[in-house]
């Protein structure tokens, strides 16, 4: 495939410039598509592509914006998710920091695309560099008449505004993250209506993620069916993994879609440092079911990785060797989705404290074997019951961990303490517990 895509600021020195950009072809697809196309032929392109989400959720892209009103009154907002907060990613903001054109290219053509002239680009609160670059951007782009009035001359008009968040995990949720551009607290909102009927201040609106915009200027510049050669046929396209933990080299891959798993962790990261074995695999971001090291022959697209029992989501790809506890995994887990947990459905805002909970007595030596039963029977309870799916994103790896490391959960509690710790290494319990 093609190297260097969304990546390709590694190996041109200064490419978040608007004339370094330019000069290599930047921008090239926007007046392509504002002067080639109609909106409607833009859709159908990004349709034929089969380009689906990026954020997480996998959702055809040219279809979503398909969903729009063919005919309405009422102004068309696109809101573009820069608000990753999911443990072991951080693909978008390689992207926003290093060749944040090319994601104001994506915003511009898809823009044109679902007939919108505002969009706003909701940024995570912790990325001050990313926002900075991003108005530096803005203001190149508009300065060279790429937004404002009349872009590129044309009769199309774009604004572009930078909102940033306060830290909340819950706003990466697509009406969470609209609940707070409105100024409000973000409560996810219980659908229908989806966001392209009733979604920014009751307008018709679009929610994509930053990956998925950046892929769209070399949709259009390269064709749908270039876009369908590389990967899989249900799910195509470059992507970007991310990979951390026990590799030798922890980064951001740009690689096709459906490379195997195995591929990514011992060719591309460099396998596990110090000669010790692999633990597990999480494949998509905290909120997904971890692989055991004999789960990992899969390749990494949508489907593939859904059907061997986990969820490719932001591909973050968390990488643990033999010397790591799975109860503490799920603690350090279940903490964060307890703290972040917006408090509106009672079985997301208990069930994640409970299960918090019972792996703080695990950890710290006072958990019993019918804790991690119990364990077990939250996470069920929880799961499913929610009006958004952070509930189910604590749920799924806590029962996975339990299900596939069950030995290790009970021997913290026979032992009163963690295996892979002597007794003098054991944590004491906290007072408050």
Known sequence: MPEHLLLRHRDIPGLRRLDVYRAHGGYAAARKALTEHT???????????????????????????????????????LCVNADESEPGTFKDREIIEENPHELLEGILITAYAIRSHTAYIYIRGEFRKGHDRLLEAIAEARAAGLLGPRVLGTDFSLDVWVHRGAGAYICGEETGLIESLEGKRAYPRVKPPFPAVYGLFGCPTIVNNVETLACVPHIVERG?????????????????????????????????????????????????PGGRKLKGVIPGGASMPIFTPEEIDVPMDMDSVQKAGSFLGSAGIMVMDDSVCMVWVALVLERF?????????????????????????????????????????????????????????????????????????????????????PPAEAPRAHAHG
């Not at 970007?240 to 990514?264: D, K, N, Q």
């Not at 509930?391 to 021997?411: G, S």
């Open 224 to 272: 749908a069916e270039w876009f369908r050669s590389i990967g899989p046929a249900s799910s195509p396209g470059p992507k970007l993994f991310c990979v951390s933990g026990h590799v030798v080299r922890p980064g951001t891959y740009e690689l096709p879609m459906g490379t195997p798993l195995r591929e990514i962790i011992y060719t591309h990261a460099g396998g596990i």
């Open 337 to 421: 989705f307890h703290h972040e947990s917006c408090g509106q459905c009672t079985p997301c805002r208990e069930g994640t404290g409970w299960m918090h909970a019972i792996l703080e007595k695990l950890e710290h030596g006072r958990g019993t074997p019918a804790d991690v039963s119990l364990l077990l029977d939250v996470a069920n309870n929880t799961q499913g019951n929610t009006i958004c799916a952070l509930a189910d994103a604590a749920a799924m790896p806590a029962r996975a961990l339990v299900t596939k490391y069950r030995a290790e959960f009970e021997q913290h509690a026979a032992l009163g303490r963690c295996p892979l710790r």
């Open 39 to 77: 909106p409607e032929q833009l859709v159908e392109i990004v349709k034929a592509s089969n380009l689906r989400g990026r954020g997480g959720a996998g959702f055809p892209t040219g279809l979503k914006w398909s969903f729009l009103p063919k005919q309405t009154a009422k102004p068309v907002y």
